[in-house]
């Protein structure tokens, strides 16, 4: 399917990214979600590998 069958959806999740990545404090919200992804990721790797288990 083409982005042409959703014409309602992609105009407006264009300008939302557009937006997003204009502003500041979005850019800072996304990358301390990144940063807090990777170190709960790096927790439950320690984890399952300290404690044998897998979850």
């Known amino acids: 399917m083409s982005l042409q ?5 992609e105009i407006p999740m ?3 990214f557009r937006r997003l990545m204009a502003d500041d404090k979005a850019a800072t919200t996304i990358e301390y979600t990144l940063i807090a992804s990777l170190i709960a990721v790096a927790a439950i790797t320690a984890i399952s ?5 897998g979850l």
Not at 5 to 9: G, K, Y
């Open 49 to 53: 590998t300290v404690s044998g288990k």
């Open 14 to 16: 264009l300008s939302f």
């Open 5 to 9: 069958h959703f014409p309602t959806l």
